[in-house]
């Protein structure tokens, strides 16, 4: 029996990476980010990848929360994009219906209000949305309580719920 074991974990071997992606995925169904999809963009020159996913909704709005990694709470980031439920095409940031905003986790917890940035210039376009499915592209500048700025671009999010 251990031969046949030993046979078989040196033939999954080369399959490590979905190992890996399967090991993430629940991981992020653990910690309540279930949905599929990716949320993408590059914040401050470095690339941000937001493959745990939860899409929310209110019956008034969407909206949808990437997150990089919900292992590590100690450098984690998220970008929240929320938009109009039955609405598509470009919203700009800020606005009364739509909000971008961009987290970083620092590892002080007395930093806390310097974690959120909040779009303060920018823009939300949603090109397309279902009753279970959401794609878009995002772009904005945004700052914390400190006044410290990022710059979101590139951002693009394809999500099912």
Do not use: H, K
């Not at 020159?45 to 590590?72: H, K, L, M, P, Q």
């Amino acid at each position: 029996m251990r031969p046949a074991l030993l046979l078989l974990a040196l033939l999954a071997l080369p399959a490590c990476d979905a190992v890996g992606d399967a090991v993430d995925s629940t991981a992020c169904g653990l910690s309540g980010y279930a949905d599929e999809g990716e949320v993408r963009a590059v914040v401050d020159g470095s690339a941000f990848s937001g493959t745990c996913v939860r899409v929310e909704t209110d019956g008034a709005f969407v909206t949808v929360i990437g997150v990089d990694n919900v292992v590590s709470q100690s450098g984690q980031e998220a970008i929240t994009l929320t938009f109009p439920i039955d609405e598509t095409g470009t919203f700009e940031l800020p606005a009364a219906n739509a909000v971008g905003t961009y987290a970083a986790r620092t590892t002080d917890p007395r930093e806390i209000g310097d974690e959120a940035y909040v779009a303060t210039s920018g823009t939300l376009t949603v090109t397309a949305l279902s009753d279970d499915a959401a794609e878009g592209t995002f772009a904005f500048t945004a700052r914390n309580a400190g006044s410290a700025m990022v710059t979101v671009a590139s951002g693009r999010f394809d999500v099912s719920f």
